[in-house]
Structure formats: C-alpha cells, structure tokens
C-alpha cells in the first residue's frame, strides 16, 4: 500500500499546486487578501505532500519492494544500503521526484522566510513556483511515474548502475538540484516583479540572496561530479566538456552574471532590464539541462536513457515557460527605464562589461552543445564537438573577466579615475607577475599557457588584498585594532572577497595541473617498476577481492621517491555480479602539491596489466576553489543588512498604504 500512497500524494499535490498557482495569482491582481493569503499554506501543503510522496519512494528501495518497476530497474537486494537510498535518484523517474522535492522546498523557504514581504509579492512568486511545480508533477503523472506496479514480480533487481554506486553520488545529484532549482526562486522574483511592475533596488535587494544561495549549491554540485569523473572514470581528467556538463556548466554563468547585475540594480537601480532577462535566462538554462538529460538526445555517463517522449514534454514545458516569460518581459521591459547614469570607468561599467563577458562565454558553451546535436536532427550528419573548440572559445573570453574581477571591487560607483585605478593597483600587478614567474621557475619550465593562468591567479590574490587593505587599514587619528576593523567587514564583502580567492585558488589548481602534470600508461607484471616525476612506482602483484555485489581484482603499487616510501596504492577493476559491467576503481594519493594516481587498464598476456600511472601538481586545488567559491556565496547570503533590509521595506510598504 506504500506505493500507492505516494501515488495518491502526487496526485494531492497536482491539486494543491493548481490552486497555489492560480488563486494567489487572481486574488494579487483584484487586491484580495484572502485569496493571497493562501499562497503560504498551499505552498507548505505542496512541500509536505511532495516529501511523504519522496519518503514513500526510499521506503520501498529500502524494503526491496520489487513489485514497484522502478524499484526493481535500479536496486538490488546485495545493494548497500547508503547506495539503495541513492538509488532512489538513480534513474530518471526518481531524480525527476528529487527535482520536485528541492522545487517544493524552495517555495517552503521563500513562505517561510518572506514573512517581511508586502503579501501581493509574495503571493505573486509563490503561485509562479506553484504553476512549476504542477508543470512537473503533469510531466510525472503522465509519462514518469515512479509509484508503477510491476507483474509478475522478479526474485530480484536490476541493481543501480554500478557508476552510480559511489559515496559522490550520495550527495551530488541533492547539491546539483539544489542549485538548478534555486534559480526557479530568482526567475519566480523576476516574473512576480514583471507583473507586479515593482523593477526597483527593493526587488533586487529581496532577490539576492535567493540566487546566491542557489549558485553556491549549484557550484558545489558541480564541484562534486567534477571530483567523482576525477577518481571513479579512471581517466585523471576533471572536466571534459561533456555536453550534461555543459547543462550543468550553462545555468552556473548566467547566474554569476546575475549575482553582478543584481548587485548593480540594488545598489544603483541600473541594469534592472538586464537583471530580470538574466533571471529568466539562468532558470531556462536549467530547464534546458533537464532537456537535455532526460529527452534521450544525448549519449552520455551522466544522462538519462530515457523514451523521447519524455522528451518532447519537457520541450513543450521550456517553451512555455521560456516563452511566457520571455514575453511577459518584452511587453514590460520597456517601461522599466535605464536607472542612474555612470561613466565609462566605473565599478558599473566594470560589472557591465563582466556581464557581458560571461553571456558570451555562456552562449559559446551553448553553440558548441547544441550544434552537434540540430545537425543530426536536421539529417546532416553526425559531428562532435569537444576540448578543443571549448578551449579555444571559453579560456580567451575568461582572460579579460579576470582581469577585471580585480579592477572591479576597487573602482569606484558612478566615476572612477584610470590613473587612481592604476596607483592603487600597481603593486598588485607587480606582484602577481613576479609570483607567476618564480612559481614557473620553481616548477622546472617557464611556459606562456602557465605563466598567463598563474598571473591571473596571484592578479585576483594581490588585488582582493588590496582591496581588504583599503578597507580595513586606520584612518588618521582613529585607533581600532586591526581584528575588529576586519570583523566591521559586512559579510557580503567578505563572501566576494572570498569567492574571488575561490576563482584564483581554482585557476592556480587548473594551470598547474594542466602544465606540469605527467603521464604515463605502462605494462607491468609483478616486479616490474617504472618512474614518473621522480617518484618509482612498483607493480607487486594483484589478488582477487570480493564486494557485497562485486568481483575485485586489486593491484598493490608500491610508491617511493629517493628510497623512501612514500605510499602503497591499491587500484581495482571491479565487475558488478548483476549487469556484469567492468569498472574502473583508481587509487590515489592525495597531499595538498600534488595526487599520485594510478588505475588499471586491461589484463594482458602473462598476467600482466595496462597500468595508467599520473603525478598530478595541485589538483586539490581545483575543487579547494570551488568550495571557497561556494562558501563565500554562503556567507554572503548571511548578511543581516538583508533580513534588516526587509524590515525596513516592509514597515515603509505599511506606512504607504496606511497613508493611502
């Protein structure tokens, strides 16, 4: 009965997000309380019965209920059970009722934390996140129900795709959604301000920390698969361009070029058009994503092999949604005006320019996606489209982006003086270019690709010390010590300061490893031993291993530099007992200046093995970026100046309407 419990709960929440998206929206728009009042309770009502629908789901995995189809295509009774739980996001059906779950906790947060919002706003963005949420709960009534019934029942499960079944994906599809849904939070804000005509410093100053929440999820999630290809593909790559990378990839720039706009618009009431076709655009790209994952287009490890159908329905959804919106914006827009002036150096001509830099990047990323994929839809052959087109496109485009990511912070809003610029910058040029020279030196080689991305990293470094300095150094005839000025610091500031190390720790981490980094695939029997950077690494034998639903065999690698020992790594090649699919378990060596990793390949003559062997210099560093990236977005989203903020706005919005 568990199942079809789920079953009717999905059903309650159809009804329950109709009414969520319809009466809050008529009762905003004839200035009716008590029909906008039931936004918040509708708005819980949805969430609850979307997470008892969810739990119904884990508890069937969790019980080896069979008898549900899903069920039975991606669990197993050997499964363990952290990855029997996973399993409920392991396929398409599952992950579409996780997507539905983050959506409905969204709008939980947005009732639950908006308490200080005039009622028609709130009313207006919980009832566009209402229409969402029944958008995908008709997409997974009508064509991906996971609550199906299975006859006869099998003994068994076709137990979950065994690249799957790893610790990352216990966490990075929840982190993943969590950040592609939370832009559903900006894009809610956008419309809810297009219709209500409230485009001013308020509506930005409410939405910021919504869409800075959901980037920090979505740059985690990212982070995540990133570091889960790293170790369970067994190829030592951390980005490949694959096209669900780039679905992921697409919404993360449009919402950084979103985080700047709305800075700009809170701050200065400019870019207020540019910010709302921003909002709409991020939230499309996730629609887009789920496209393109779930529509059966693509080939990929990370893609849903699902009926085009499927497809076809959340095509119809996009273009609704993308459409509606997009026209809801031409017929407004125009009757937003430009906002404050500024000139040409600027901290806003900066933010515009930044903007503009990461909308080209994002649509490059775009071009080379989809490309591949109209051709073969319009008959005219198969092309794929890979590193070095991305290469080529994207890296140039990020050059200048970094390049004013530290000139940005520094300029002044409204007008700002180059030769004031370039005074209080020139130590911080002097000193990234030094460092990336002696770091190059220090390396072995002085290459023009490292030292380009070693100068942009230590260009971000020097210029947000900088920065901290102008901020928190003593002013004449004032005696603050320097820690309480640094915790004077508005927690905003902070975060971007933070995530800018973010993007510079992760450019040091990306040249490094992209420059210095060696390779090496060997044959090797027992005994046989091969180096690689100065480390010696010696093959001593395998032996077979057995899993709770897999078949090991495990290599022992010795590892030693100058005669020391330095580690013993233990690779496998695993194949799972129910699909009976090889799979490639690299071992790895990790400290903070470099990885060791190495993976087994194939089985050769006379028990040898094709062993494929990296040094890798600060890889770490790629993923310690990310998370600062993502922490600073945290904190940022902390500030009280917001929940104060909101305050402020709400007890103006009550006065206006007593006078009135």
């Not at 919002?117 to 709130?122: D, I, K, S, T």
């Not at 800075?212 to 980005?239: D, E, H, Q, R």
């Not at 080529?392 to 982006?401: E, S």
């Not at 706005?649 to 006078?659: H, K, S, V």
Request: hydrophobic fraction near 55%; charged fraction near 15%.
């Amino acid at each position: 009965m568990i199942p079809e419990l789920g079953q009717v709960a999905l059903l309650l929440a159809l009804a329950v997000a109709l009414i969520q998206g319809t009466l809050p929206l008529v009762g905003a728009a004839r200035g009716q309380t008590h029909w906008m009042a039931i936004a918040r309770p509708a708005a819980q009502t949805h969430f609850l019965l979307v997470a008892f629908a969810f739990v119904c789901l884990m508890s069937a995995f969790v019980r080896d209920d069979f008898s549900v189809l899903y069920v039975a295509s991606h669990s197993n009774s050997a499964l363990p059970l952290a990855y029997r739980i996973a399993g409920v996001w392991g396929g398409h059906e599952g992950s579409l009722l996780l997507w539905l779950l983050m959506l409905t906790g969204w709008m939980l947060a947005v009732a639950q934390l908006s308490r200080n919002l005039p009622l028609p706003v709130v009313a207006r963005i919980l009832a566009v996140m209402g229409l969402i949420g029944a958008g995908f709960l008709l997409f997974m009534l009508l064509t991906s129900n996971p609550f199906d019934r299975l006859a006869p029942v099998p003994a068994d499960g076709n137990d979950l795709n065994p690249l799957l079944q790893d610790p990352g994906m216990v966490v990075h599809p929840p982190m993943l959604y969590m950040g592609y849904v939370g832009f559903s939070v900006a894009f809610a804000f956008a419309v809810a301000a297009l219709i209500g005509g409230n485009l001013d410093a308020t509506w930005a100053r409410w939405t910021r920390p919504w869409t800075t929440a959901a980037w920090s999820f979505l740059t985690v999630g990212i982070m995540l698969g990133s570091l889960w290809a790293y170790y369970v593909l067994g190829w030592g790559g951390w980005w490949f361009w694959d096209p669900v990378e780039n679905a992921s990839f697409m919404p993360w720039l449009a919402g950084t070029a979103l985080i700047h706009s709305l800075a700009v618009t809170e701050k200065r009431g400019a870019f207020k058009s540019w910010t709302v076709l921003l909002a709409i655009i991020a939230f499309s790209l996730s629609l887009l994503g789920t496209f393109l994952v779930r529509s059966g287009v693509l080939s990929s490890v990370h893609a849903f092999a699902t009926d085009p159908r499927r497809g076809l329905f959340i095509l119809a959804f996009l273009a609704v949604v993308v459409g509606g919106s997009l026209t809801l914006y031409a017929w407004r827009a125009p009757k937003v005006g430009l906002g404050a002036r500024f000139g040409l150096v600027s901290r806003e001509s900066a933010l515009l320019a930044n903007n503009v830099l990461f909308v080209v990047a994002m649509l490059s990323v775009l071009l080379g996606t989809l490309y591949p994929l109209v051709l073969d839809a319009m008959g005219m052959g198969k092309i794929s489209v890979g590193p070095p087109y991305f290469d080529t496109v994207f890296f140039p485009l990020m050059a200048p982006v970094v390049f004013l990511l530290g000139i940005g912070p520094l300029a002044r809003w409204k007008q700002a003086e180059l030769p004031d610029l370039a005074r209080r910058l020139r130590w911080a040029a002097g000193v990234a270019l030094v460092a990336a020279l002696l770091v190059g030196w220090a390396a072995g080689r002085i290459t023009l690709g490292a030292t380009l991305g070693l100068l942009m990293s230590f260009w971000i470094m020097a210029s947000v010390a900088t920065d901290l300095w102008e901020r928190v150094r003593p002013a004449a005839g004032v005696k603050t010590r320097l820690v309480e000025r640094v915790r004077l610091l508005p927690r905003h500031m902070v975060g971007m300061m933070l995530a800018h190390l973010g993007v510079a720790v992760f450019a040091f981490g990306v040249s490094m490893v992209k420059t210095y980094e060696v390779e090496r695939d060997v044959k090797m029997a027992a005994g046989d031993t091969t180096e690689v950077a100065g480390y010696v690494f010696a093959f001593r034998g395998f032996r077979t291993l057995q899993g709770p639903n897999y078949d090991a065999v495990q290599g022992l690698i010795e590892v030693t530099r100058n005669g020391d020992t330095v580690t013993t790594l233990r690779p496998e090649k695993r194949v799972y007992r129910v699909q009976r699919n090889p799979m490639t378990e690299a071992a790895i060596h990790r400290s903070i200046a470099r990885d060791l990793y190495v993976s087994l390949g194939e089985p050769v003559d006379g028990g040898a093995w094709i062993v494929r062997v990296y040094v890798k210099p600060f890889v770490n560093w790629i993923w310690a970026g990310c998370l600062l990236m993502a922490l600073g977005g945290a904190l940022a989203t902390t500030d009280r100046r917001y929940r104060a903020k909101q305050r402020q706005d709400q007890a103006t919005t009550t006065t206006a309407g007593a006078a009135a």
